[in-house]
């Protein structure tokens, strides 16, 4: 008599869409493409994943670390998982089915931890001595407000590059935040299929005492989007919305997200900051944050590159200026100033090659890069001829700083 055949149970991974706001980052984190997405929701491909965890770290909210034993024969399907503003209930049935032997279970679970170690190039834990941080607060289901007490440009007037410095103000409802995170903003009005609109993610760019010291605000570093990616006209449904602003208006925000972009607390860290753009909201954060405590004791250094096309399209260029030099080591590159060559972020940082490999040496340096995703490889070959002029072992090095919380990538 032949014995029926075995029932077999797969832990199948899915996005929780009540949370998710749609940053891509599990999508670009994938290594083999097992994530996907409509104008609605992220979903994972239940036949193409492997569970290798790669996507784990880097999402800021959670969203992304969701689980159920399902039948594999009753797996979800992305066109199913499309349609869901919710994740569905553990089936019972399902989940009541043993894991894999010890054995098989802890080799498979080694197995996916050098998958993912290998393929986040960035790290996936916070510094050792962050401060602990509060997340996903307000949600898409229970999302807070705050009122509009500050918008004003950044850039040149003759540019056409338009970054916006908005300062929210969120009166008495607690919102804590820290140095590296993020908050969704949710803009009014309704997708082409009658769906309110996501949130769109934005960097703090205040430190976690308040843009204005003691106050229960945070600031944005916005840019108004007038093209999409291929360079066709488009107006950003959220950065429009949100540079129009004006002074007395209320914002529906959710958050905060993020756990492990963040700076460390201990005084004598040092930070290498690299960005470009609007990635320079964390970098704010950060640097407001130190030299507030600058007279407090903490003595670590500040080394910044930070690149734009102009110094007029630099968001903060007067400000920054103006800081001491003793207190932060400014290193600016601007990639289409006339006549003078295209100058990029990873070129600075060869000139300075020297106390950039300095830094690296040090166990108590922190590397933190954001911008736009192009900058990403440049700014890691960088990194890597440094070391190797220096005498250090770029791939060891790379791995000890992930491991460690010390290198930090957010780049979109």
Not at 224 to 245: A, E, F, K, Q
Not at 327 to 349: C, E, H, W
Not at 378 to 394: F, K, M, P, R, Y
């Amino acid at each position: 008599m032949n014995a029926p055949e075995p029932i077999e149970i797969i832990k199948q991974h899915l996005i929780d869409p009540e949370i998710c706001i749609r940053c891509n980052t599990c999508e670009e984190t994938c290594p083999i493409d097992a994530i996907t997405h409509d104008d609605r929701n992220y979903v994972v491909k239940a036949d193409v994943c492997n569970g290798c965890m790669a996507c784990i770290g880097p999402c800021p909210t959670g969203a992304i670390d969701n689980w159920r034993h399902v039948m594999k024969a009753e797996a979800y399907g992305t066109d199913e998982q499309f349609t869901w503003d919710e994740l569905p209930a553990q089936n019972t049935t399902a989940a009541a089915v043993p894991e894999p032997p010890g054995d098989a279970a802890a080799a498979l679970e080694a197995d996916n931890d050098l998958v993912a170690s290998d393929m986040v190039r960035g790290a996936s834990v916070p510094p050792w001595s962050a401060a602990k941080p509060y997340v996903n607060l307000y949600t898409h289901k229970a999302p807070t407000t705050a009122t509009v007490v500050g918008n004003y440009r950044l850039t040149d007037e003759s540019v056409e590059s338009d970054i916006h410095h908005i300062v929210l103000d969120f009166g008495a409802m607690p919102f804590p935040v820290l140095e590296g995170q993020s908050i969704g903003i949710l803009p009014p009005g309704a997708s082409a299929d009658g769906k309110p609109h996501h949130a769109r993610q934005y960097s703090i760019a205040s430190p976690r005492d308040g843009e204005r010291p003691r106050y229960n605000n945070v600031s944005l570093t916005v840019k108004r989007v007038t093209h999409d990616h291929g360079g066709d006209p488009t107006d950003g449904v959220c950065s429009n919305y949100l540079c129009d602003l004006k002074k007395g208006d209320t914002v529906t925000v959710i958050g905060p997200f993020g756990t492990t972009f963040l700076m460390p607390n201990h005084p004598n860290s040092h930070l290498l900051m690299i960005c470009t753009g609007t990635g320079s909201a964390p970098m704010r954060a950060m640097t407001e944050y130190r030299r507030r405590r600058r007279l407090k004791g903490a003595t670590g250094k500040l080394m910044l590159f930070f690149g734009a096309r102009t110094k007029e399209e630099l968001p903060y260029f007067g400000p920054l200026t103006n800081l001491p030099k003793d207190f932060i080591d400014t290193n600016l590159a601007f990639s289409r100033t006339a006549g003078v060559p295209k100058r990029y972020v990873q070129d600075a940082m060869r000139e300075r090659a020297g106390d950039v490999a300095q830094l690296l040496k040090d166990d108590n340096a922190y590397v933190y890069v954001c911008g736009l995703k192009g900058m990403e490889d440049g700014v890691l070959q960088a990194l890597q001829e440094i070391a190797g002029a220096s005498g250090l072992d770029w791939e060891a090095l790379w791995s000890r700083l992930k491991r460690e919380g010390r290198l930090h990538l957010e780049t979109y």
